[in-house]
């Protein structure tokens, strides 16, 4: 059974930045089948996509936050990871990852656990 | 930009059907999912491609996608469906979630 989960620090200061890492278990990240995406949820409010990678390293983010992202895929450690640049009280919220799949449609399955991240000095 | 449109709550009867709704232009040209979280816990995949099931979801809950609007629909609605629900769809590239909607079974 697959399992994803999130990992990095759970404070970050005003404009540094946020570094986080997805662990996959249970299948392989270089399935061609699927990709793999973070999702966030401030508190309180819903869910927002932040970006996803295929295994073969073509990213997509979303355009509000794409100048201050960059995601990549570690094969062979079965890992993908979030890097945000430049972070505000905006960004503090449960970050999720999760496996994508594209087939007549996108849908991700399984998340992970998610990990809170808190922006503050 | 694309977007989804939900309504931020739904009541409903326990034993009664629920439908949540899911507003997008044109949305019967896009394959629509959607995903149940209850609090604290991660979301779930409960339909994708619009009407399909994942395993493990009951056969209680079905979904269709006609002109602009998805819809959602849990019948014989059990207090353990409370939860909050997100649509989702893709436009341009880019992965869209609806607002979501916190169905309540009172």
């Known amino acids: 059974q697959l399992q994803l989960q999130e990992s990095g620090p759970g404070l970050v200061k005003p404009s540094e930045t946020l570094s986080l890492t997805c662990s996959v278990s249970g299948g392989s990240i270089s399935s061609s089948s699927y990709y793999w995406g973070w999702i966030r949820q401030p508190p309180g409010k819903g869910l927002e996509w932040i970006g996803s990678?295929?295994?073969?390293?073509?990213?997509y983010y979303n355009p509000s936050l794409k100048s201050r992202l960059t995601i990549s895929v570690d094969t062979s450690k079965n890992q993908f990871s979030l890097k945000m640049y430049f972070v505000t009280a905006a960004d503090t919220a449960v970050y999720y990852c999760?496996?994508?799949?594209?087939?007549?449609?996108?849908?991700?399955?399984?998340w992970g656990q998610g990990t809170p991240v808190t922006v503050s000095s | 930009s694309y977007e989804l449109t939900q309504p931020p709550s739904v009541s409903v009867s326990p034993g009664q059907t629920a439908s949540i709704t899911c507003s997008g232009d044109?949305?019967?040209?896009?394959?629509v999912c959607w995903y149940r979280q209850k609090p604290g816990q991660s979301p779930v995949l409960v339909m994708y491609?619009?009407?399909k099931r994942p395993s493990g979801i009951p056969e209680r809950f079905s979904g269709s996608n006609s002109g602009n609007t998805a819809t959602l629909t849990i019948s014989g609605t059990q207090a353990m469906d409370e939860a909050d629900y997100y649509c989702q769809a893709w436009d341009s590239n880019t992965v869209i979630f609806g607002g979501g909607t916190k169905l309540t079974v009172l």
């Open positions: 044109k949305l019967q040209y896009k394959n």
């Open positions: 990678i295929y295994y073969a390293g073509s990213t």
């Open positions: 491609q619009d009407r």
């Open positions: 999760a496996r994508g799949t594209t087939d007549n449609g996108n849908w991700f399955d399984p």
